[in-house]
T-cell receptor, first 115, second 114 residues
Framework: DSGVTQTPKHLITATGQRVTLRCSPRSGDLSVYWYQQSLDQGLQFLIQYYNGEERAKGNILERFSAQQFPDLHSELNLSSLELGDSALYFC??????????????FGNGTRLTVT | GESVGLHLPTLSVQEGDNSIINCAYSNSASDYFIWYKQESGKGPQFIIDIRSNMDKRQGQRVTVLLNKTVKHLSLQIAATQPGDSAVYFCAENLYGGSQGNLIFGKGTKLSVKP
């Protein structure tokens, strides 16, 4: 168990809808990362937060947004959903900011299916 | 753009044998590399990492080798066990990049035959 908790585990919704994915990092970790895993693109970095502030952006669509709250949990909001957004969404956390020997610990993901 | 790739998409080994999973990377600016293991229904699990100023690093039953000349990374698993069956990803981190902005390879599926 990585200590990173993601809810829900599964989510099925229709095109055009909006969903929110939730992540609770490991106790004490201040950095939270969101990744998308799809069959054609593999694991792709979306966005990083540290102690409530956005720190880095990857291949995140404008229809997607995220935030980190004072209690350090994070939410990823996906709107105007398209079929191609169907994927596994992972949250990861780490203890430090910009320390490359501080490995990322991943949750078990939310499987999003857009119909 | 440049990305991490893998030589073998699938690897089948006998229990007790050693496994070698290979990875080619194309970005010479990467200074940190990580291997992750992903079991079915779970998130990637950190196995071992290596910085670009090292050629080899050993963990428990695992060894990572880095050859910067040919931009090649490998993961060696000694005495492979059925519990090692999973998809293995190599990932790279660019020098100066955010630690979380990892570029993952496509993955190699390791299947261990009892």
């Amino acid at each position: 168990d990585s200590g990173v908790t993601q809810t829900p585990k599964h989510l099925i919704t229709a095109t055009g809808q909006r969903v929110t994915l939730r992540c609770s990092p490991r106790s004490g970790d201040l950095s939270v990362y969101w990744y998308q895993q799809s069959l054609d693109q593999g694991l792709q970095f979306l966005i990083q937060y540290y102690n409530g502030e956005e720190r880095a952006k990857g291949n995140i669509l404008e229809r997607f947004s995220a935030q980190q709250f004072p209690d350090l949990h994070s939410e990823l909001n996906l709107s105007s959903l398209e079929l191609g957004d169907s994927a596994l969404y992972f949250c990861a956390s780490s203890a430090h900011l910009d320390r490359k020997d501080s490995p990322l610990h991943f949750g078990n993901g939310t499987r999003l299916t857009v119909t | 753009g440049e990305s991490v790739g893998l030589h073998l998409p699938t690897l089948s080994v006998q229990e007790g044998d050693n496994s070698i999973i290979n990875c080619a990377y194309s970005n010479s600016a990467s200074d940190y590399f990580i291997w992750y293991k992903q079991e079915s229904g779970k998130g990637p699990q950190f196995i071992i990492d290596i910085r670009s100023n090292m050629d080899k690093r050993q963990g428990q039953r695992v060894t990572v080798l880095l050859n910067k000349t040919v931009k090649h990374l490998s993961l060696q698993i000694a005495a492979t066990q059925p519990g090692d069956s999973a998809v293995y990803f190599c990932a790279e981190n660019l020098y100066g990049g955010s630690q979380g902005n990892l570029i993952f390879g496509k993955g190699t599926k390791l299947s261990v035959k009892p």
